[in-house]
């Protein structure tokens, strides 16, 4: 069964960076869709970051273009989430997702189009 393991998150200062990753397992990641989520205290999960299965170009939440960047290492079989200039309102639990399967664009944004999730990585930025 594909199993997802994310690591990275951690205690940052504003203005600061992490790199998250997510390391899937039994199945190739050049394959999947991946989307980078996150949820804060009482919101709803929200996308981030996405990169569908043999393609390069990646689609970004507004609220993270120019600052994170999501990645994929096919020999490793991981996706990265590079994130830079970190603020207070980046804080959250951020999960990956994989689906085994190309999603729509307008489809990446949705949780219900995600087969395997990982079991999400906190990342706070405070002073």
């Known amino acids: 069964e594909v199993q997802l393991q994310a690591s990275g998150g951690g205690l940052v200062q504003p203005g600061g960076s992490l790199r998250l990753s997510c390391r899937v397992s039994?199945?190739?990641?050049?394959?999947?869709?991946i989307g980078w989520f996150r949820q804060a205290p009482g919101k709803e999960r929200e996308g981030v970051s996405f990169?569908?299965?043999?393609?390069?170009?990646?689609v970004d939440a507004n609220s993270v273009k120019g600052r994170f960047t999501i990645s994929r290492d096919n020999a490793k079989n991981t996706v990265y989430l590079q994130m830079n200039s970190l603020q207070p309102e980046d804080t959250a639990v951020y999960f990956c997702?994989?689906?085994?399967?190309?999603?729509?664009?307008?489809?990446?944004?949705?949780?219900?189009?995600?087969?395997?999730w990982g079991q999400g990585t906190q990342v706070t930025v405070s002073s």
């Open positions: 039994d199945f190739a990641v050049r394959d999947c869709t």
């Open positions: 997702a994989a689906a085994k399967k190309r999603v729509i664009i307008s489809a990446l944004w949705a949780t219900a189009s995600y087969d395997y």
């Open positions: 990169l569908r299965n043999m393609e390069s170009r990646t």
